[in-house]
């Protein structure tokens, strides 16, 4: 048990003016990844790495792309035992039609107790209460039987580019937990589902819209595909069932676009089309198993749209090549991770919520993929995802954080790092 007043000391210097202003501060840098607007996650980058530098901290820039850098910051030291991670990115989506926002997406503006922006939520916040926390570590300067090291990571809206790219670096090499600073409603997450994205292609012939039978139209492809993906979302259910902290597996198909590439027209029977799909799996589930469902899948309907349309053109006594066909890519294949309630990170984390809360702590699962997944998969490092913030907020218009649940996230991080941190 930690002392009370080793507890006390480390809280004192967490300052909530400080932490809601930090917060606003990154909130008003766009950091929407858009080349063509010529916006990025550097700006926020350099500002993390300016502050951190201020406080004292070591601080690593690595270059991952043009504009786009990770920063690390060497927190406090002990010994060479345990190496515990906070981890936050610096990327936000897009605001999308900045009109529809009652408040500036960039604008940071506090009403009540709610600052509302991009990033608020996901994850400007909790990467702001993660820096506090390493702050009031240091500043209080506790003995500590092992080190704490900060990452705020570039891309983890699209392909984790930035986690990747830390890995590789060797950067993951010693750390011994992670806690992945994200909003989930100050539950514990301790499993994420996975996500397999796949696309697939349908090529049959163009032709005049009032003449299709000049060409082969990729429709009937299109929605056997479809119907198909859900016999292997009911499958899935079925044989799997519903994981208590993660919900329902899915196969959801999110892109239907026909043509391809290019304007559609009305009176144009396009040549070939593409739809998207984004599976999200749970524990129990086999990806390799997963990706020979999807290829089998583009194998039968290409076999069966080719009978239908054999059938079809005998009965119209009509002669033309039925050689539509459906091939299937996949694009990510990001694991589902699960770490274990025995992991020490997990017992300090709970052991900091019901510390600064009061209450019993809540367990949960993150329903998409995080940087944690990569650090899990590939380092095999025991991760907890947990933050402030409604978790149904993120990428909505006029996102949100509640600035009490920011201020107590941040006490909670730097506590999860004390227990961890002197434990053992």
Known sequence: ?????????????????????????????NSVWDPAAGT??????????????????????????????????????????????????????????VSAWRYDPFGAEIVGRRMYGRGTNDTKGNLAAMLIAMKALKTAAVELSGSVVGGALCDEEDQMLGVTDFIKRGHADKITAAVICEPQDG???????????????????????????????????????????????????TTVGCDTHLGW????????????????????????????VDIRTTPAQSHQKITTELKTLAQNVTQKVRESYKQYDDLL????????????????????TLTDAAEPIVKAAAWAIQTISRKTPVFGGVPGATDGTFLWSMKNIPIVTMGAGNRRI??????WVDLDQLIETAGVYALTALQYLRAG
């Open 317 to 336: 006594d009509l002669q033309r090549r039925q050689d539509l066909a459906v091939r299937v890519d996949i694009l990510t294949d990001r694991p589902c």
């Open 187 to 237: 539950m514990i997450c301790t499993s994420q589902k996975g996500a397999v994205r796949a696309s697939y292609r349908i090529t049959g012939r163009m032709s005049h819209g009032a003449m299709p039978l000049s060409g082969l139209n990729c429709a009937p492809a299109i929605a056997r595909l479809i119907d198909g993906l859900h016999q292997l979302e009911k499958k899935a259910a």
């Open 394 to 399: 993120p990428h909505q218009i006029d996102e």
């Open 249 to 276: 597996p899915s196969f959801t198909p999110t892109v239907i676009q026909a043509p391809s590439a290019g304007a559609p027209q009305l009176n144009v029977m396009p040549g070939e089309a593409e739809v998207l």
């Open 1 to 29: 048990m930690l002392p009370s007043a080793i507890i006390k000391k480390v809280l004192s210097h967490i300052d909530p003016d400080e932490l809601i202003a930090l917060t606003a501060d990154l909130v008003r840098i």
């Open 40 to 97: 990025s996650e550097q700006a926020v980058a350099e500002k993390v790495a300016r502050w951190a530098q201020s406080q004292g901290f070591v601080v690593q820039i690595d270059q991952v792309a043009p504009n786009r850098s990770n920063i690390i910051i060497s927190g406090p030291t002990g010994s060479e035992k345990r190496t515990l991670m906070f981890e936050a990115h610096t990327d936000v989506v897009t605001p999308g039609d």
